[in-house]
């Protein structure tokens, strides 16, 4: 699945979660906040693709980034919150905990939580929406056997080297390196 499409269908889901939302009359235009971690092309994709289906949806997207802080994504989700958002589309810093209780606030008001990149340890997402992350590290082992088997066949010794985010977000990373030694 390409980023692209990724994106796009974050976007719908967050917009068919909002079909039940009601809005005065004044406000019409559905407000969602999208939020990632980091300056990245993924993310930047990402909030590219937002932004354009957003466009085409007649709806207003706030965009923010938490520069890897928890402590930023707590204001962002808290500032959100106050400016009564429809929807907040987030990719966690900490799913398993530090993430949980601003969100969880935001649900309790009414905004509707879709988690996309990672899974908040949390029943309140009205969505969530991710890649296998085994999988892509998979389509990139199955490359470099394919490679090591016909460029390199006869040598006797070749050197793999990985580089992951282990320390950003080490679930994820995992998984992906885990899917490219498997093949």
Known sequence: MTRRIIAVTFILAALLSLAGCSRPKEQAKKRIAGI????????????MGMKSVADQN???LLTANTANQISK???IVNTYTARKVDA????????AAASIPAV????????KIISFNNTLAADFPVATIQSNNSS???GSGKAAAEYIKTVLKGKSTIKVAIINYKA????E???RQDGFWNE
């Open 36 to 47: 990632v971690f980091q300056e990245d092309q993924f993310m930047k994709t990402v909030l």
């Open 58 to 60: 007649g709806v207003e």
């Open 73 to 75: 994504e707590v204001q």
């Open 104 to 111: 969880k606030e935001a649900n309790d008001k009414g905004i």
């Open 136 to 138: 892509l590290g998979a």
């Open 168 to 171: 950003q977000l080490p679930p």
């Open 88 to 95: 907040i589309c987030i990719t966690y810093l900490d799913p």
């Open 173 to 175: 990373s995992n998984a």
